[in-house]
């Protein structure tokens, strides 16, 4: 590609920076009186943003053992795997080759004629390629390495409503603190992104005499889980024994269970909406504002 070609192609993308001041639609939180006790969410997804302190390095191996292993060190894209894909595509058996970066960049740093259906599939990619490679320009070595990392897992979609890894590890496990996420579990929400809809567990997940909600090991989600965990040794942290290797494809995927939407004083909380809809001057800053709103109500 010409510098020349890059210069016109580069002509309608987004400044590049504007990664630093990406925001995430998440819900309003509503606590009584003592801030201590949720009453209700108001919530268009379920998404809770968390900084790169929060990801533990367990979450960021499996994530990029499964979408991108050269990205501590690429530019943004990977050539190698771009070539490779080609090759495998023209022999009938195509797969894809974006990175991180690129898959960040598809999502929130793409003009929107760009990535709607119809559009040109080989503009969009030779876009993509060249603004990930300006974000990553833009946000050198590993501090740019970690603001990217961590916009990736609190954008992605991961199948069953939840957005960001945050609000998967609580929808998939139950589990609120990602540090508690064991190495199996890790790598089922890693393996999600790739296809959420069909690979989402809850479609095959099967109710056993004890009343939990287990995946069968032939699921889709679990052999594709199964394969992050015997790749995870090329990551930059998690170093597993075979014996820890083992153990982990051993441990059954047993989920939450869906958990239904309930407020607390629902009548009281009807009211409190309607003055944030009032405040805030939209249903749209409610349910997206991701505010924290703490009411005159006594639990207690």
Aim: glycine letters at 6%; zero cysteines; hydrophobic letters at 40%.
């Amino acid at each position: 590609m010409t510098v020349a070609s890059i210069t016109v192609l580069s002509e309608d993308l987004p400044d590049p920076s504007a990664l630093a001041t990406l925001e995430f639609d998440q819900p309003t939180i509503v606590y009584d009186r003592t801030g201590k006790t949720e009453l209700a969410r108001f919530q268009r997804t379920k998404r809770t943003v968390v900084d790169y302190r929060d990801l533990p390095p367990l979450v960021q191996d499996a994530t990029t053992t499964a979408e991108d292993r050269t990205f501590w060190e690429n530019d943004g894209f990977d050539v190698t795997a771009m070539v490779a894909a080609a090759i495998e595509t023209a022999q009938g058996d195509g797969r894809g080759a974006s990175t991180i970066t690129q898959q960040l960049v598809r999502a929130r740093l793409l003009p929107a004629d760009v990535v709607e259906p119809g559009s040109d599939i080989y503009l969009r990619k030779a876009k993509e390629v060249i603004q990930s490679a300006r974000v990553t320009s833009a946000f050198p070595g590993q501090t740019g390495k970690q603001q990217i990392i961590t916009a990736y897992l609190n954008q992605i979609f991961y199948g069953h409503d939840a957005y960001g890894i945050s609000a998967a590890a609580q929808v998939y496990f139950g589990v609120s603190d990602l540090a508690k996420l064991t190495p199996a579990q890790a790598a089922l929400l890693a393996a999600l992104p790739q296809s959420p809809s069909t690979l989402d567990p809850y479609r095959v997940a099967e109710e056993n005499e004890e009343g939990d909600l287990v995946v069968p090991a032939t699921a889709p989600a679990v052999v594709r889980r199964n394969w992050i965990l015997q790749n995870l040794s090329t990551s930059r942290w998690t170093k597993l024994t075979a014996a820890e290797v083992q153990a982990a494809i051993a441990e059954p995927v047993v989920l939450a269970g869906d958990q239904p939407v309930t407020w607390r004083a629902p009548h009281f909380m009807w009211q409190v909406r309607k003055q944030l809809e009032s405040i805030l001057g939209s249903a749209d800053a409610v349910e997206t504002g991701g505010y924290r709103v703490m009411t005159t109500l006594d639990w207690r």
